[in-house]
Nanobody
Framework: QVQLVESGGGLVQPGGSLRLSCAAS????????MGWYRQAPGKQRELVAR???????DYAASVRGRFTISRDNAKNTVYLQMNSLKPEDTAVYYC??????????????WGQGTQVTVSS
């Protein structure tokens, strides 16, 4: 079994910073792309940022220049450093990873979500 566990969400004032972490654990053979998505109330889930196993990154236009995604392959962990946060960044943030578990096929896995609220 594979699990993704997120941490680091919370309440922050506009202009502030937060760092999200997501650790994958379980019977992992290999971890490929990892990323962060978010879903605000009444809106569809959207991609925030993703990173390949080789370190290539991709960002949503709305966060480019403010957010930075990184990963530690040895720890199967992905991070999202969020700076200059805006009220419109308020959402539940979900970790996603493409993982090949031991003795099974490659599949998409999701974390449980962590709430980020940007408000004064």
């Amino acid at each position: 079994q594979v699990q993704l566990v997120e941490s680091g969400g919370g309440l922050v004032q506009p202009g502030g910073s937060l760092r999200l972490s997501c650790a994958a654990s379980g019977s992992i053979f290999s971890t490929y792309a990892m990323g962060w998505y978010r879903q605000a109330p009444g809106k569809q889930r959207e991609l925030v940022a993703r990173i390949t196993s080789g370190g290539g990154t991709d960002y949503a236009a709305s966060v480019r220049g403010r957010f930075t995604i990184s990963r530690d392959n040895a720890k199967n962990t992905v991070y999202l450093q969020m700076n200059s946060l805006k009220p419109e960044d308020t959402a539940v943030y979900y970790c996603n990873a493409l993982i090949r578990a031991i003795a099974t096929t490659t599949a998409d896995y999701w974390g449980q979500g962590t709430q980020v609220t940007v408000s004064s």
